[in-house]
């Protein structure tokens, strides 16, 4: 069965990708599973300038989920196009260099340094890692999100991804801004902002304070956000968040994915994203399915519910506006 | 007068990755040997064939989101049955203090785990005659398989190994005597055994920072080297003690581990970037990929 997806200028092979932070520099990996058979690989963030990361403990397990404030422990882009870049080049995947910078300069001087090297396929903007200050400004300000995507696309002919934080108040506005300023693809979601305390020693557990969640614990959050995104915007959502399984991949295919993420599976199971991607076919087939688009957004509603559940529905109240806001929400 | 330890023995940095077997494997023993202690054998010939020495796996209960990850526990040894060309079998000794070790401790033989690994780089053969092992609490668990390979009782890996050791002492440390473990396979190994206890009711009284002296002190300092495991204030203070007399020290180091892998960035250490110990410059190493097994004139105990 073909599984390939095309986003923006770049055919991925298939639909399964694995998500920045969760993979390493794909090396670490290559002892464990065949990097070779991914759709994408997404490496960990990188920035203009190294950065040591955040103070330890940077994780703590949680229910189903994983607690994290590494704090883009990187060695900045230098390091990366000299030290990884060659081996991810060789590697034969599409590559999606996932970027983050403080400034909307940053990002475009990133994007500009990236333009046309060999090998990369694809940028992801992380504008909502939770775990850097002013980390995600860009993804919980629309039209900050706007200008910062506008920064990179006027910088780069690669493939644009933007990468959102659930943390807001009507992701559908963020998303949009990010098409408007020229994104080819969301991916949602980044971590949802948390906090574990060890309350006898009056002491958080992580050595930030603050955390971000994944694993299996937010995957009902990252299918609201993936849904809410791909009624509102026209171009392709990459859900990510708490994919463990192949039916965790089609519950976000049917609510409009284009492509998924696996990412804190591949800590606890490291062969995930080779098990799931095994399963897709028969799993795609046992529904009638001959290709992956045959089911994209496949969603059906109750009679009547299309409306209430296109809104914010983080609100604790019905929203009102929501077909204002979202005009292709309207069924 | 401190002065940096000679580079004897160097730990290999990472190359190539080596190969990380994963799956489900069946509990063949367990049991309870101290306090909270227990012994767990698994069937997994793949790692059991290639792990060396201080190497970990990460071990995790199957089917289930809670939980959810895998935990890092070092290899106590390999086994080899009668008529078998390498080991099939690897046993782990750990302490039942989390959620997930407590809820192990109750797997009977015939259950089944998720396991990974070998990972990480494991002690390096040591090349000196005199090898000092010092070890508090369940910091003991690697050391069974480094006094099995330094005296030549076991071989480990795919491939050779070679050490230079004439004699092995192990320094162990506990809380109190319903914590210590039979020693007996290290004195049949072998090894000289010295036990510490603090309060009292079994070897000496103390820590084993306290008789770490008399046995160093018999050794000239570039005949010995010191592989060192357990709490981090006591490798601390095991750390200072070499660096004083200018003997290697290495430590197993224990963080944190979300995947054991490298990919996460989780369990970091503060490590100085050169072997000068007047050096300021310090970065964040994973422990799972460049350790645990460190060069103690590097790392930055905090």
Known sequence: ?331 | MASSPPNDISIKTKKKASYVWSGTVRITQHEKIAKDTYHIRLECPTIASSAVPGQFVMMRLPGRESPLLGRPLALHDTVRHGGEATASEIDIVYIALGRMTRILSNFQPGDSIEVWGPLGNGFPPCQVPNLVLVSGGIGYTPFLAVTKEALKRCSYGRTSRETRVEKVVLCHGVRSSEYLPDLTPFSLAGAEVLISSEDGTVGQRGLVTEMLPEVLDRYQPNSACVFCCGPEAMMRVVAEMCALRGVPCFVSLETPMACGMGICFSCVARLRETNDANSEAWDFHRVCVEGPVFDASRVLFD
Request: proline share 6%.
């Open chain 1, 1 to 331: 069965m073909d599984l390939s997806v095309t986003i923006g200028k770049t055919c991925f092979p298939n639909p399964i990708m694995v998500a920045s932070g969760t993979f390493g520099y794909a090396r670490e990996m290559e002892g464990v599973l065949d990097v070779k058979r991914l759709g994408a690989i997404v490496p960990k963030t990188i920035t203009l300038h190294p950065r040591k990361g955040n103070l330890p403990p940077r994780t703590v397990e949680t229910s189903a989920g994983l607690l994290n404030s590494i704090g883009l422990d990187n060695d900045g882009i230098d390091a990366f196009l000299a030290k990884h870049m060659p081996y991810l080049a060789k590697i034969g995947v599409p590559i999606v260099v996932s970027i983050a910078g403080k400034t909307v300069a940053e990002f475009a001087e990133l994007a500009a340094r990236l333009d046309g090297h060999p090998g990369i396929a694809a940028l992801e903007l992380n504008i909502s890692c939770p775990n850097v200050s002013g980390g995600v400004d860009f993804g919980a300000d629309a039209e900050m999100c706007r200008r910062v995507v506008r920064a990179v696309r006027d910088r780069t002919k690669f493939t644009i991804f933007v990468k959102l934080t659930p943390n807001v108040t009507d992701i559908a506005q963020i998303g949009l801004a990010a098409e408007e300023g020229g994104a080819d693809a969301l991916t949602a979601i980044n971590t949802c902002l948390g906090m574990a305390v060890d309350w006898r020693g009056r002491q958080p557990r992580l050595g930030n304070v603050l955390g971000g969640l994944s694993g299996p614990a937010i995957k009902p959050i990252a299918l609201r956000c993936v849904y809410q995104l791909a009624k509102s915007v026209n171009i392709p959502v990459i859900g990510v968040g708490g994919v463990a399984s192949v039916d965790d991949c089609m519950e976000f295919f049917v609510v409009g994915a284009s492509a998924v993420q696996i990412g804190t599976a591949s800590f606890y199971r490291p062969t995930a994203v080779i098990d799931i991607l095994d399963q897709l076919p028969a799993a795609l087939q046992a529904v009638g399915a001959e290709r992956l688009s045959d089911v994209v957004g496949t969603l059906r509603l109750p009679q009547g519910a299309g409306q209430a559940a296109c809104g914010g529905s983080l609100a604790a109240e019905p929203v009102e506006h929501g077909d204002q806001t979202h005009p292709k929400c309207s069924r």
